[in-house]
């Protein structure tokens, strides 16, 4: 059994700059991977079936983006073996925070190891991007800085910071935020030493607020102890703080309603350390 993690991110800013033709929004944005997330557990199956126990509620099978990942994968490289997958999930769906991507990434990274098909991480991500735009950042597992549609990903170096991630009772898709006509889409281009110097903020974040009061409350709260943002298209949010004590403190003196979490930025995906950690144990060398 090959037991991996499956982390989340969040957008440090999210910056949108047009539109293109096809209505997709150009942007710019930094994605900080957390040490914190789902866990999958894989193993072979000798006929071509994939099996995930359990079910989410409320995501058919067919629409799992880890049951759509593993089918991917089997088609792009032609074989035909097939998979038991258990999640254990933990991070909330439509918060922003990436967990649907992640399972794709951890997924298509398992299964190509399992199954033997020796695809490099470059052809995995392009295979990611059929199932979501954020899926390439977790299958190349570095903190990441995005331009284009989300899809030109550069490594980034951030400051080790702690992360408090609320999230509030609120389920807000991506295609709901971007389809807003109030929503800011003339944000200049940035250069990565500004947002390094403090800058950037998110332009969805006025849409998300206006629409969902429940997640204005829980900004309000938290710009209290630290400045609060939006992580994508919500509807999490998060502080940053220097030190985990910090960010517990805080979070445990929540009102009661509100769920979350701590989490520490790291800039290599738990993902690609743990490969790392049983190719160094197997003598395998590191590749997908
Ligand atoms: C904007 C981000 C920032 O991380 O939002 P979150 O989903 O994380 O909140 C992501 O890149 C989102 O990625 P992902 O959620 O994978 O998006 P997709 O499934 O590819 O697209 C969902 C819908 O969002 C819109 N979309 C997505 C990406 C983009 N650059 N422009 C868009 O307009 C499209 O209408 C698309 O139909
Ligand atoms: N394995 C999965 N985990 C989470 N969501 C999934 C999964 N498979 C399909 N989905 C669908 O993808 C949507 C977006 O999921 P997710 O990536 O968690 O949110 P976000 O893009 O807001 O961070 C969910 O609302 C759900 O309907």
Redesign the pocket.
């Known amino acids: 059994m090959l037991t991996l993690p499956s982390p989340a991110k969040l957008n440090l800013f999210l910056h949108i700059n047009g539109q293109r033709q096809d209505g997709y929004h150009q942007l710019q944005t930094v994605f900080q991977l957390l040490d914190y997330g789902?866990t999958l557990a894989f193993s072979p199956r000798p006929d071509a079936k994939i099996v995930l126990t359990p079910e989410?509620p409320?995501?058919s099978t067919a629409?799992?983006?880890?049951v759509?990942a593993a089918e991917l994968l089997r088609h792009a490289t032609g074989i035909n073996l097939g998979a038991n997958i258990e999640?254990q999930?933990r991070?909330?769906?439509?918060?922003?925070?990436?967990?649907?991507?992640?399972?794709?990434a951890t997924t298509l990274l398992a299964l190509n190891r399992l199954w033997q098909t020796k695809l490099d991480l470059p052809s995995l991500a392009k295979l990611g991007v059929q199932l979501?735009a954020?899926v390439p950042v977790f299958v190349l597992g570095n903190s990441a800085w995005a331009e284009g549609i989300g899809d030109v990903i550069s490594p980034v170096d951030l400051a080790a910071k702690w992360y408090l991630v609320i999230r509030p009772h609120a389920?807000?898709?991506?295609a709901e935020i971007f389809s807003q006509k109030k929503l800011t889409r003339d944000t200049p281009i940035i250069k990565v030493a500004a947002f390094l110097e403090g800058g950037g903020k998110n332009d969805c974040q006025d849409v998300v607020l206006e629409r969902y009061p429940q997640v204005k409350e829980a900004v309000d709260w938290l710009n209290f102890f630290s400045p609060a943002k939006l992580t994508?298209?919500?509807?999490c949010i998060f502080a940053s703080f220097d030190s985990e004590a910090q960010a517990k403190s805080v979070f445990a003196n929540r009102p009661e309603h509100l769920e979350g979490f701590v989490a520490k930025g790291v800039n290599r995906s738990p993902l690609h350390t743990a490969l790392s950690r049983l190719d160094s144990v197997t003598g395998v060398s590191p590749s997908g």
Do not use: C, E, F, Q
Not at 63 to 66: E, M, T, V
């Open positions: 789902d989410i409320g995501v629409d799992n983006l880890i759509r999640l999930k991070l909330p769906m439509g918060g922003g925070i990436g967990g649907g991507s992640s399972n794709a979501g954020d389920h807000i898709s991506t994508g298209t919500g509807a």
